[in-house]
Antibody, heavy 123, light 105 residues
């Protein structure tokens, strides 16, 4: 079975940093696109960043460019999201997602999701 | 930036057909994807590339996309289909619709 297990969430002050991790199992991790998608409690979904299926290209939503960095370690089957200069509006559940086999070059659609890790930005 | 618009809510009686729409400029020129999310759970992909069902998704789910509107149709809706549904497309970035709460009365 495919499993995605996020960690690294927590409470951080505005302007602070956090690093999220996503440990994947049950897949040949290096061959799939991966993404981070967030959801504000009680609100909708918002894509944050992703890796191409080829693993050599990264995608970012405009609102995180320059603040967040996505990376992956294929030897550890782990996806990361380094989040700097955090703002109150970044408060959300962050989901790690795997791209469906049909995705080709793109990091979507998302056919497997982790259970999410909560990031709270507050003083 | 590109926007996808969904009705906030749709209600349907058990056994009837539920139709959830997603509107965007020339959306029919793009692929649309649909996700189902039940309370306290992560979303589940229920439709990809407009009309394709992932493995394990029941045949009562179908999709279409033309013009400015994509549609997710659930035939013979069951109580277990009650959930939030989100459409998604790509326009130089991943875009999600605001979500539609399907209530099975």
């Amino acid at each position: 079975d495919v499993q995605l297990l996020e960690s690294g969430g927590g409470l951080v002050q505005p302007g602070g940093s956090l690093r999220l991790s996503c440990a994947a199992s049950g897949i040949t991790f290096s061959t799939y696109g991966m993404s981070w998608v967030r959801q504000t409690p009680g609100k909708g979904l918002e894509w944050v960043s992703g890796f191409s299926g080829t693993g050599d290209y990264t995608f970012y939503a405009d609102f995180v460019k320059g603040r967040f960095t996505i990376s992956r370690d294929n030897s550890r089957n782990t996806l990361y999201l380094q989040m700097n200069s955090l703002r109150a509006e970044d408060t959300a559940i962050y989901y790690c997602t795997k791209a469906h086999a049909s995705s080709g070059y793109y990091p979507f659609p998302f056919d497997y999701w982790g259970q999410g890790t909560l990031v709270t930005v507050s003083s | 930036s590109y926007e996808l618009t969904q009705p906030p809510s749709v209600s349907v009686s058990p056994g009837q057909t539920a139709i959830i729409t997603c509107s965007g400029d020339k959306l029919g020129d793009k692929y649309t994807f649909w996700y189902q999310q039940k309370p306290g759970q992560a979303p589940v992909l229920v439709m990809y590339q407009d009309i394709k069902r992932p493995s394990g998704i029941p045949g009562r789910f179908s999709g279409s996309n033309s013009g400015n509107t994509a549609t997710l149709t659930i035939s013979g809706t069951q109580a277990i289909d009650e959930a939030d549904y989100y459409c998604q497309a790509w326009d130089n970035s991943v875009v999600f619709g605001g979500g539609t709460r399907l209530t099975v009365l």
